[in-house]
Each structure stands twice: as C-alpha cells, then as structure tokens.
C-alpha cells in the first residue's frame, strides 16, 4: 500500500508533471522597480509587436494609389476590422477603429504566434516562451483597457448622464447593472486566457505523449480557436464601446 | 517501477535551470509538426487569400476606372458648359450692341419728330395771331369806317338846307353846262 502510493506519487511528481512538459505557473522573472515581470511574456510581446510595426511599416512604405500585394492585404484587414467596428459600434465608429484594431491585430498575432513559432526551441533560464495571451496579466490588462475605453467613450459621448443606464429599465436592476461592469473584464480575460491555455497545452500534451503526425488535428484546432478568439474579444470590446455609447431613449 | 518512472522522466526531461540557449530536442521543440501546419494553411490559405485580394484588388480597379469614366465625362459636360457660355456671352453682347443702336436711333427720330411737330405748332401759332391780326384790323377799319358813315350822314343831316339844295343844284346845272359846252 505504502509502496503503491509511493509509487504513485513519485509517477505524479516527475512522471507525469514532466512528461507533459507543461509548466503552468512556472516563469521566468525580471524585475523592474519593485515588482516582478514575467519576462517570457514580454519578450514574446515584442515579437509580435515587431511583427505587426514591421510588417506594417515594410507594407505601407511607399503606398500606391493601386494597392501592390502587401498593401491591398493590409488594407483588406483594415477594412474588415473597420467593418467589424462599424457592425457593433455604429455610426460613431471612426475614432475606435485603432482601439479596435489594436486589440484585435495584437491578440490575433500573439495567438497565431504562439500556434506557429516554434518558441520552444529558444530556452529560457526558466519557465518557456508561449503566446503572450497565454499569460493572465495580458489578457486582464486587455480586458481592462477595454473597460476604460468604454468608460471614456460612455462618458465623452454623454457626461455623467452616462450612469444613468445603471437604473435601466428599472433602478431594482442597480446590483446586477454595477456587478456587470467587473464581469465584462472578467468574462474577457479569462475567456481568452483559458482559451489559448487550453489549446497550448493540449498540444503539448499531445506531442509530449505523441510526437508526431497526432497533435497536427489539434493545432489547427488551435489555430482556429485563436483566431476566432481574437475576432470575438475585438467584437465585444466594440460591442461594449458601443453599448456604452448608444441612447436608452 | 523505478525503470518506469525512469524512463518517462527521462523522455519528459525538461532542461528547467540555466540560462538561455537553444532546445535541441526535435520531438520535443515539435518543429516537425509545426512546419507541416505551416505548410498546409500556407498551401490552403494561400489560394483563398489570393483570390480574396484579386477580387478586391478588381474592384478597386473597376472603381477607379468607373471614376476615371465619370471623370472624362463631367469634363466634357463643363467643355460643353464652357462653349455654351461664350457662345451665349457673344449673343447677349450682339443683343446689347443692337441694342443701343436701335435705342440711339429712336432717340434721334424722336428728337427728329418731336422738332418736326414743334415746328409745325410754331408755325399754326404764327398763322393764328396773323389771322388775328388781320381781323382786328379788318374790325377797327370797319368801326372807323361806320364812324366815319355816321359822321357824314350827321353831317348831311344837319347841313342839308334849301340853300344848300339850291347851291348844289345850280352848281350841278353849271357844271353840266359847261359839260355840255365841251361837248359840243
């Protein structure tokens, strides 16, 4: 018994936990000033931003008046995500399409990145390179943007009359009205968080048990899911904006 | 047991403490797999995208051909404008030539007609104080003329005498006498 337990627990705490690889939790620390940076995160995040301000600045160098092939890609992309604004916010979209394209471009790359690079391959002292939003500070510090983009926009469009719709249709609706302010960043960031979690490690768990040829299924399952991910947290963070906005006439 | 467990740390070793480097483990870096999902979405994506931005890259074509089309056109129509205005320009400047023209020359033939009718009421005038003239003069010759009448009959009247009857009558008689006289 004691034998069977032991064993058991030895095959949970190496076996298992490093066959999978998977190093939830585990990450590797920089500090700047007094607090403590997951640096993997960051280093990751500045590929993707070189990424996207590479690429862009490479594109749309010499602009032409018929768009080449770089740029007629980029501005296909500029006019879905205008359209995508346009869809949730309304009439008064032009000022949010950066907003909304930034999240959406960031979360987009950062998730195909994470499905498509091969990080692994780079070795950290500690803890491994993975999409940025795999990380919960990056997805929370999304969520919260969103949250005080669609604060600023509530309130630049109608002043404090904005808190108004907290006692809509009727002022019993308050408590829930207020709670859902925290529960919109919640439902972002740990919709997006879990998301990209999940993807990453199952097919991490999948090629540490099967290397080859069986995790492919998966990863383009990744890749599908990332990419959806990216689409809907762009949508409700409009979609939110855009509530935020409208009248309640 | 120990083998096992052995094996598995084995295959999962994760090289955790270090500094950085480069993972060479193939199966475990996954990069096999990855380029075959690379390739296949590049092989997929590829066509789609593709066809995704020649459609748009026609469209803008069309568009800036359509715009081009339109362009020559309203061109046209302002050339068109353009040749109607001067020409329009060129006729309300003949319009506004004849027509000083015409209004000088019914000046002048008023002016003219005007003088004429004036003359003429010059003339009617002097006609009608000659005809007055004339016939205040014809009446004072005609009151002098009775005046004078009366006068001589007053005269006669009152001067008419036997004497004078018998005066005139010898002097008569003498007169025919001596008519006679020379007669024969």
């Known amino acids: 018994m004691n ?28 500090q700047i000033g007094g607090f403590q940076v997951h640096a993997q995160v960051l280093i ?25 092939d770089g740029q007629n890609f980029f501005e296909f992309v500029l006019e879905f995500i205008r359209d995508v604004s346009q869809t949730q916010i309304g009439e008064e979209y032009g000022p949010w399409v950066p907003f909304i394209g930034t999240l959406f471009l960031f979360i987009f790359v950062s998730n195909w990145s994470g499905a498509l690079l091969p990080w692994k391959i780079i070795q950290l002292p500690q803890g491994e ?3 940025p939003t795999n990380d919960i500070n990056t997805t929370v510090a999304l ?37 859902e302010d925290f529960t919109k960043p919640l439902s972002l960031s740990f919709r997006l968080f879990g998301n990209i979690l999940a993807d990453e490690l199952v097919v991490v768990v999948l090629v540490s048990l099967v290397p080859l040829v069986v995790p492919i299924p998966v990863m383009f399952l990744g890749l599908f899911t990332s990419g959806i991910q990216a689409l809907i947290f762009a949508t409700l963070a409009a979609a939110y904006i855009g509530e935020s906005m409208e009248g309640h006439h | 047991m120990k083998n096992l467990t052995d094996s598995f740390v084995y295959l999962g ?44 890259k026609q469209r803008i074509l069309n568009t800036i051909r359509n ?14 404008a353009r040749a109607r205005l001067r020409k329009v320009e060129t006729e309300a400047d003949q319009f506004r030539v004849n027509g000083y023209s015409e209004i000088e020359r019914e000046k002048l033939n008023l002016i003219d007609s005007t003088y004429r009718t004036l003359k003429q009421l010059e003339n009617y005038k002097n006609e009608t104080i000659l005809f007055e003239q004339q016939r205040t003069i014809n009446q004072v010759r005609e009151r002098v003329f009775q005046q004078a009448l009366q006068g001589a009959i007053g005269t006669l009247n009152s001067c008419l005498s036997n004497e004078l009857h018998l005066r005139t009558i010898n002097a008569n008689i003498g007169m025919f006498g001596t008519m006679k006289e020379i007669t024969d």
């Open chain 1, 3 to 30: 034998v069977l337990s032991c064993s058991i627990n030895t095959l949970i705490k190496e076996g298992l936990y490093e066959i999978s690889g998977v190093e939830v939790g585990q990450h590797f620390y920089w």
């Open chain 1, 44 to 68: 990751t995040s500045w590929v993707v931003i070189a990424i996207l301000l590479g690429s862009a600045a490479l594109v749309v160098r010499n602009p032409q008046t018929i768009p080449t």
């Open chain 1, 129 to 131: 390179l993975a999409a």
């Open chain 1, 143 to 179: 969520a919260l943007l969103t949250s005080v983009a669609y604060f600023y926009a509530g309130l630049s469009k109608k002043g404090l009359g904005y808190f108004s719709k907290y006692i809509q249709p009727t002022p019993i609706l308050l408590p829930i009205n207020i709670l």
């Open chain 2, 13 to 56: 070793h994760w090289p955790s403490a270090g500094s950085f480097g480069f993972n060479t483990d193939i199966l475990a870096t996954n990069p096999i797999n990855l380029s075959v999902v690379f390739g296949v979405l590049v092989f997929f994506g590829k066509g789609v995208l593709n066809d995704l931005l020649d459609n748009r």
């Open chain 2, 67 to 80: 715009s081009e089309e339109l362009r020559e056109g309203a061109i046209q129509q302002l050339e068109n």
